[in-house]
């Protein structure tokens, strides 16, 4: 049973994300967009401490490098 909820605790997600992802997609002249990202992780586990230290500048930087949006 307790894989049933979490498989569909999972899906819920899942369904949510990419709602969220249809929902922003579709206010397509937005000049200054924001960028959201999780792990479900503490900073101190390596890949989510790079997420924010090194993932989230660079990806900010190549937005605003090839597109005209600027990230909040």
């Known amino acids: 049973m307790r894989l ?10 899942v369904g949510l994300v990419a709602g969220g992802l249809l929902a922003a997609s579709s206010q397509a002249d937005a000049k200054t967009i924001v960028v959201r990202i999780g792990s479900g992780h503490p ?3 390596v890949y989510a401490g790079l997420m924010k230290t090194f993932y989230q500048t660079e990806l900010k ?4 490098a090839k597109t005209s949006h600027k990230v909040k």
């Open 4 to 13: 049933i909820s979490k498989s569909l605790l999972g899906l819920a997600s």
């Open 43 to 45: 900073p101190t586990v």
């Open 61 to 64: 930087k190549a937005i605003e």
